[in-house]
């Protein structure tokens, strides 16, 4: 009994330094994507380009629908097969508008039986509308879409700004985690889509 009360005592004595240290050791920032436009003109999707070592290891995508205001944001996440989703954090701001935000609600891909659930909340942040999720569960190690669709917009906002931060990690002797930061910005015309 004793030495499991020593051994005990010194796991956590060691505990403390060794997870001050792979925290400090795994913990890479970007926030410098490649951002990409669909080659379809018909499309408006545009996505980040995230690479570590010169290796792509994130990709976040949004295509939004007009008609002719944003009626539906298409979200995606995809990583590479050693990565996995831990959190997700958007923030949908309406530009040129009254500063109110847009308000959203969510779509999938949460409807299976898998467990445990993901973690999410959806709230107004000044002119944001945000999406936050953490505990992706057993989707933290796919592509994951989610469907946004947009139940109110401010009619006089011209352009879409959507900011992204994605955690990942690669896990290990010492997990590796990835933060990745970046922003799509989209600008659609009412006169223009209705034109068509």
């Known amino acids: 009994m004793r030495r499991r009360a020593l051994l005990a005592s010194a796991l956590t004595a060691v505990s403390p330094v060794a997870a001050g240290c792979s925290a400090i050791e795994s913990r890479t920032e970007h926030t410098n994507p490649t951002v990409h436009t669909s080659d379809d003109p018909r499309d408006d999707e545009k996505y980040l380009e995230f690479q570590h070592d010169g290796t792509e290891i994130a990709t976040v995508g949004v295509d939004p629908t007009f008609s002719p205001l944003p009626d539906n944001l298409h979200t995606w996440i995809s990583h590479t097969a050693d990565t996995e989703l831990q959190s997700l954090t958007q923030r949908f701001v309406a530009l040129d508008g009254d500063g109110t935000p847009p308000q959203i ?6 409807m299976g039986d898998d467990k445990p659930h993901p973690s999410v909340s959806l709230f107004r942040d000044g002119r944001a509308a945000v999406i936050d999720i953490h505990r992706f569960g057993e989707l933290a190690n796919e592509t994951v879409f989610l469907q946004l669709p947009v139940t109110r ?7 879409l700004v959507v900011e992204s931060t994605v955690e990942l990690v690669k896990p290990g002797l010492t997990d590796q985690t990835h933060v990745l930061d970046g922003q799509l910005e989209f600008e659609f015309s009412i006169e223009s889509e209705a034109e068509e």
């Open 105 to 110: 609600s969510l779509q999938g891909p949460f």
């Open 153 to 159: 917009w401010p009619e006089s906002a011209r352009r």
